[in-house]
């Protein structure tokens, strides 16, 4: 990464999910056993790959998406919703033997949500190392998730490592680490369940997050974020910890909320800003994209983040 934020469009390659989300709207989230009425059905494009795409480019990214579909109505719903965001998807491979992805999203009105995910064809992407190898060059990141086979997860960040192109993970679902990852990760973004399950301690507030961030960047990332949900982010680096306050909004739809975020700071990273402005960011395009229903449709453009309101100073932990 530079050290002078750059005025050019940073090009940046996303390996992972894509996913079409059945989204149901519901006042409350069933009991076990319990049956309740949805008040709307949603489909809507998602999954962590396509998502945090998305967002790079809605960011002002030339984005190079890879990733896997069936070759089904869903796929080429998929597909077209890349073109109209102008991201390359000719590394989207076609499944004719699995159907595309789907998420089942139940969405209460306080616009918490609880997800589950029929990988589909996304459980069978296989990395094109010729194709990936020719997006990398001059990259300035490649953002991963565990959406997809972590195999091919590991494969693509070690290729990239190799390239010099910094890797921006985000490992969710949550898993273990494989040991050969650590040392490939540049930037690690993990939410507090996520950095709680990954360090092995308690994170419940931004001290116990910047606790848990320091352990693991001792396992090889650079620079380690815990998003906070309403409570900001805590951001850790060679520097230290600092804590990012949230910013108070109605929030009806948390769904992309982290990929938002990650899609922000990875673009701000790429175009060479430092880690602290990549995480206000991060918070200024997850505060509005939470105020909007579904998840591709509620990333904002860079243009409406750059209207949005500047989240509280950060302070030093």
Known sequence: MSDKASNTAPRIAVVGSLNMDLVLQVARAPEAGETVLADGLHLVPGGKGGNQAVACARQGA????????????????????????????????????????????????????????????????????????????????????????????????????????????????IQPLPDALWPLVHTLVVNEVEAAALAGVAVDTPQDAAAAAQALRGRGPAQVVVTLGAAGAVAADADGCRHHPGMQVRAVDTTAAGDTFLGALAVAL????????????????AALCVTQHGAQPSIPTRAAVAQSPQPPDWTAL
């Open 62 to 173: 030339s984005v190079h998406l890879f990733g896997r579909l069936g070759d089904d109505g869903y796929g080429r719903t998929l597909r077209a919703g890349l073109a109209a965001d102008g991201i390359d998807h000719s590394g989207v491979q076609t499944d004719t033997a699995s159907t595309t992805g789907v998420a089942a999203i139940t969405v209460e009105a306080t616009g918490q949500n609880r997800i589950v995910v029929v990988p589909g064809a996304n459980g069978r992407f296989v990395l094109d190392a010729l194709a990936l190898g020719a997006a990398l060059p001059g990259a300035g990141g490649l953002v991963v998730q565990f959406e997809t086979p972590m195999p091919q997860v590991v494969a693509a960040a070690r290729q990239a490592h190799a390239a010099g192109c910094p890797v921006v993970l985000n490992p969710s679902p």
């Open 270 to 285: 790429a175009r060479g800003e430092p880690l602290d402005a990549g995480v206000r960011e991060g918070i200024r395009a």
